[in-house]
């Protein structure tokens, strides 16, 4: 399987097939709920994939310059940048695109949760157990067991990001969580079983000193399903909080806030000059 061929069939398909899918529901006049049309479709979407393109693109060059996974050069266009080929770019822009249209697809479908209070309680303990794990995994990286080392970049990469949504909405995302849990699921089972599909055909490969050497139904590295709920996970919560018009409304508190302290800090930097 070509890596063009793995786009097309995996990726740009499912994209037109959900866009179609939008548009029928238009017509018949089921729209994503009120909560979530903070900003138009289109411009949610297409920033995630532009922040997903100059995100992840050092990171994956970094782990194919150092091995932890190699492609088939026979099986690509031949055209890279740095040491990715450009269908990996690709995938980083269209990828954004499939998971935000099959969790606004699950929005018409699926009741959000009615009754919503801010918690801030709850954003902190979603954020202890993360931070434990990063924790976790820049030790395994620091110490430098090789069999740690995909899987550790992975989270150190994916979780910063992470923790900031969760800071800043994880209550939020909890009132969303039935479209948001069900996408999550979907697409990472989705993505994965076409990973096996792509792996066991050697479009590329997983260094194996560098990951733990567990498989997921003999073929899956479980290192890659790891990638795609992270990355998952990374869209579901970044396109729920931009798109929720309760995001923009606590965004404007907090820059409210962040004006009066600097406000703050100049008057007394101003008394006491005087």
Same mark, same amino acid.
């Given at each position: 399987?070509?890596? $063009?061929?793995?786009?097309?069939?995996?990726?740009?398909?499912?994209?037109?097939?959900?866009?179609?899918?939008?548009?029928?529901?238009?017509?018949?006049?089921?729209? %994503?709920?009120?909560?979530?049309?903070?900003? $138009?479709?289109? =411009?949610?979407?297409?920033?995630?994939? =532009?922040?997903?393109?100059?995100?992840?693109?050092?990171?994956?060059?970094?782990?194919?310059?150092?091995?932890?996974?190699?492609?088939?050069?026979?099986?690509?266009?031949?055209?890279?940048?740095?040491?990715?080929?450009?269908?990996?770019?690709?995938?980083?822009?269209?990828?954004?695109?499939?998971?935000?249209?099959?969790?606004?697809?699950?929005?018409?479908?699926?009741?959000?949760?009615?009754?919503?209070?801010?918690?801030?309680?709850?954003?902190?303990?979603?954020?202890?157990?993360?931070?434990?794990?990063?924790? %976790?995994?820049?030790?395994?990286?620091?110490?430098?067991? $090789?069999?740690?080392?995909?899987?550790?970049?992975?989270?150190?990469?994916?979780? *910063?990001?992470?923790?900031?949504?969760?800071?800043?909405?994880?209550?939020?995302?909890?009132?969303?969580?039935? $479209?948001?849990?069900?996408? %999550?699921?979907?697409?990472?089972?989705?993505?994965?079983?076409?990973?096996?599909?792509?792996?066991?055909?050697?479009?590329?490969?997983?260094? *194996?000193?560098?990951?733990?050497?567990?498989?997921?139904?003999?073929?899956? *590295?479980?290192?890659?399903?790891?990638?795609?709920?992270?990355?998952?996970?990374?869209?579901?919560?970044?396109?729920?909080?931009?798109?929720?018009?309760?995001?923009?409304?606590?965004?404007?508190?907090?820059?409210?806030?962040?004006?009066?302290?600097?406000?703050?800090?100049?008057?007394?930097?101003?008394?006491?000059?005087?």
């Amino acid at each position: 399987m070509t890596y $063009p061929a793995f786009l097309l069939l995996f990726v740009v398909l499912p994209i037109g097939i959900l866009s179609l899918w939008a548009l029928v529901d238009v017509r018949r006049g089921r729209w %994503i709920p009120q909560a979530l049309r903070g900003w $138009p479709v289109w =411009l949610v979407l297409g920033g995630h994939s =532009l922040v997903a393109l100059l995100y992840t693109t050092p990171w994956d060059n970094y782990l194919v310059a150092t091995g932890v996974w190699y492609y088939n050069p026979d099986l690509v266009t031949g055209i890279t940048f740095g040491w990715v080929p450009l269908e990996e770019y690709l995938f980083f822009i269209l990828q954004p695109l499939m998971t935000g249209l099959l969790l606004l697809t699950f929005a018409r479908y699926l009741p959000l949760n009615a009754e919503f209070s801010e918690g801030r309680r709850m954003r902190l303990l979603l954020l202890a157990p993360l931070v434990g794990v990063w924790l %976790i995994a820049a030790f395994i990286l620091v110490r430098g067991w $090789p069999p740690g080392t995909y899987l550790g970049l992975e989270l150190i990469w994916a979780l *910063p990001p992470i923790l900031l949504q969760l800071a800043f909405g994880g209550d939020l995302i909890w009132r969303y969580r039935r $479209p948001i849990l069900v996408t %999550i699921i979907v697409s990472t089972i989705f993505l994965a079983a076409a990973d096996s599909l792509a792996i066991r055909a050697g479009t590329w490969t997983i260094d *194996p000193d560098q990951s733990l050497h567990v498989f997921i139904g003999s073929i899956l *590295p479980v290192e890659e399903l790891v990638f795609f709920l992270l990355t998952n996970v990374l869209v579901v919560f970044g396109v729920t909080l931009v798109a929720a018009e309760e995001s923009h409304v606590r965004f404007r508190r907090l820059s409210q806030r962040l004006r009066a302290r600097a406000a703050g800090i100049e008057d007394d930097h101003a008394d006491q000059a005087a």
